[in-house]
Structure formats: structure tokens, C-alpha cells
């Protein structure tokens, strides 16, 4: 169970917020204004928000919703666009200072199963026309002469003819595993971690910017700073192992061979399929690292990851790790367990999300272990262009230059201290 104060604090809701932004941007939705709202259907409620939003067509916003649907396993997502000449009706009632059990009540008497209320207002939602004349009169009863709108309204479906957009089942696979956020968000309340706030707006400049500045920075492996941030960083990476292994996960190095005996460079063709062996089976492949001064990519023996650590094995026995192993398992689980992909953005998101269940000494390792790297990967020298006025830029997928993410090189395993950290980290 959750303890904090509300359920808009909790990891479970920044998460949703999060990504109903990044799919409205997908999808050409601009998002006005949000309400934090109480839905309520069949004498139950439930948090949920409320979003005023702006697109060339109502199509864009159909097929937002129906991925937001897709993705949280949700029977349907109501949307509306205000038309004078449209069928359908919005009723609004003010019920600012009255209890939920009280208007709960109000809409059971009136016989009408869903509604939602948010800043002191009650909307109940009737596709075709006017709700029945007993309805109405039983709700200015109670609450007063409300105000009606006319209105196009559409409840969309995560699957099915009405549904715009892929199936539900490619969004089911990447939806939260709730288990590993609310084991996430409970080690942060139990280290006085401050509770997660939403990814800032990143642009590709910002991307650029720390690339740039992982690429100019010298391994500094005994750098105070560095080595402080790092030890914090293997300390808490120790025990979130011990945590998710105490919740029933199982990390295993993945050996290059599949379970038909054939050769595999990778142990997961994707995000999703590496979600679906978490979800399912509590069970996780990990690259096992090589530690070497000679083998390109490899782990320098002076990195500070390449220090062994101790965890807790499955059967309670404790054993040594090399830390970056064990990073590896931690990150991918608590972090794209959220449904965060392999690419540029979910990198980005991976990264806020394991942040948010460090202290800040820590964060300085995460930010080279993670954004830097990938940002260099994606942003990095290969990848960028100049415009006419000399502002780097990336380069565009139909621009010569462009190279298939699979085919990008690795950043160099190095641990840097940028020149102004708190831009950054």
C-alpha cells in the first residue's frame, strides 16, 4: 500500500500523467489544461484526470485515447468536442462542499451510472440527447439548476471496430507492471527519498548538450565527487537488487544461446518481450560484463562499476557481484517496467524513473550510466548536423547521415564530472 498523503503523489500517477503527454504529443494533441478528477461509474470512484486539449482533427484525439485505453487495460476513455449542432448533452452541476457518498447517492437515485466530478462540478455525459425528464428533475433537487451543452461524445475502446489505431494488445505490452512501482515507490519513502516529480521537457538540444558534455569529459575515477556519488549508487543498487529479489525476481546472465539452443546476441528482440518475461515469469536477462583494458566497449578495471558488490541470492545465500551487473537488473526492472522502451525517449524516461529512487548523491553515477551514454548514443557526434547558422542539430531519418538505432555505437564506459553538474543530473 501506498503511503503517501494523495494517489496524484504517487509514481503509479506521475507515470500515467507522463506518458498521456507523450502520447498526445504522438499523436498531435495539445493538451490545454488538466484537472485532477473523480470518475465515477456504478456507485464507485476512482482518480482520474480531466484534460481540455487542442488538434487539427477529432480523429487524432480518438486515437490518443484509445492508446491510453490500449496501455492501462481501461474499457474505454470518454472524449467530447463542444458542438452547438452535435446529439449528445453535457449536464454540469455544482457540488462543491458535498461529499462523495452524497453525490454517489444523487446519481443512483437519478439512475445514471457514470459521471465525473472535478473543480466543484459534476458533468454527466449523455451521447444521444436529453437525459429522461425524471432524471433531470431528481438531479435540480438535489443540486440545483445545473447547465447543459451540446456536444459530440464518444467513448473510445481499447479494442474493437470503433477503436482507431493498432490493437489493444500491442499497447497491453507495455503497460506498468504496478508490483515493481509500488516497490520502487516504497524504497524511496523508506530512504526519505523525495517523492517523483514529472520529466522536465527535454528537447533534442538538451540531448545534444549532454552528449557534448559526456564526450568532453576525462574519466576521472578518483575525483571525490565521483568516487562519493558512485559508492551511494552501488549501495543503493545493492539493496534494490535484495528488494526485488525478496519480491520473487530472478536475474539470470544471458549466455548468447536461446532456449532451442541457438545462437542469440540478444536475449529480448525488444522492450516488450523483455516486459512480458518480467510480467509473466518475475524472471529478467542481463548482459554479464566484461571487464577488460584491451576489448573495445568494455568495463575499465579502474571504473568504479567494475567494483564487486554483495546481494542477496534467491535462496537467502549472499554472493559477489561485479556492480554493473547488478545495475543492469536493477535498471532494466525498476525502470522499464514502466513500459520505457529501448530508444532515444525511453532511455530519457528510464532514466527519470530510476532517478527518482536514488538521493541525490547518487544521481551523478546515474546520469553516466544512463542519459549520458544514451544521449551520446543518440545524439552524439555521428548523429548531428549543423543548420545554416552553425546550431547542431540531429539529423533527420531522411537526411544522408541517419543511422538505424540498432546500428549506433556505444557511448565509451567512462565516469565524468561535467563542468556544471546541476544542469544536468
Known sequence: ???????????????????????????????????????????????????????????????????????????????????????????????????????????????????????????????????????????????????????????????????PGPDQDEHLKRTPIKEIQMLRQNYSDQHGIPPRKPIPHLTSADDIAAAQAYQAGTHQPNHPKVQRSYRSFRQHIGQQWDTLTEAGYRFEPWSGTNDRGEEQEQPYNNSAEMLADLRGNKHLYYFPTEVSQNTEGALPPDHPMANQITVTAPDGTHQKMVANDVFRAVHDTIAHSEGHQFGPYGEKRAWWTH???????????????????????????????????????????????????????????????????????
Open 1 to 163: 500500500m501506498s503511503q503517501r498523503p494523495s494517489y496524484y503523489d504517487t509514481d503509479e500517477w506521475v507515470e500515467y500523467d507522463e506518458s498521456i503527454r507523450a502520447a498526445a504529443e504522438r499523436h498531435g494533441v495539445e493538451i490545454l489544461s488538466e484537472d485532477h478528477a473523480a470518475g465515477i461509474w456504478q456507485d464507485q470512484t476512482e482518480p482520474a484526470g480531466a484534460y481540455e486539449v487542442r488538434a487539427d482533427s477529432m480523429d487524432n484525439v480518438r486515437a490518443w485515447a484509445q492508446e491510453v485505453a490500449g496501455r492501462y487495460d481501461q474499457d474505454s476513455v470518454m472524449v467530447g468536442e463542444y458542438n452547438t449542432a452535435a446529439n449528445g448533452r453535457v449536464y454540469s452541476y455544482e457540488v462543491d462542499g458535498k461529499d462523495t457518498r452524497e453525490v454517489l447517492d444523487a446519481l443512483h437515485a437519478a439512475g445514471i451510472p457514470g459521471a465525473r466530478a472535478y473543480d466543484g462540478k459534476l458533468e454527466i455525459a449523455n451521447t444521444e440527447g436529453d437525459l429522461a425528464d425524471d432524471q433531470l428533475r431528481t438531479l435540480q433537487h438535489l443540486f440545483g439548476e445545473g447547465q447543459v451543452a451540446h456536444a459530440d461524445i464518444d467513448f473510445i475502446e481499447m479494442k474493437g471496430a470503433r477503436a
Open 355 to 425: 532517478r527518482s529512487s536514488l538521493p541525490s548523491q547518487a544521481r551523478l553515477a546515474l546520469w553516466n550510466e544512463t542519459r549520458a551514454q544514451n544521449a551520446w548514443t543518440n545524439a552524439g557526434p555521428h548523429m548531428t548536423t549543423t543548420d545554416k547558422d552553425n546550431t547542431p542539430r540531429v539529423i533527420r531519418k531522411d537526411e544522408p547521415g541517419w543511422i538505424p538505432q540498432a546500428d549506433r555505437p556505444y557511448a565509451e564506459q567512462k565516469c565524468v564530472l561535467p563542468d556544471d553538474p546541476d544542469a544536468f543530473i
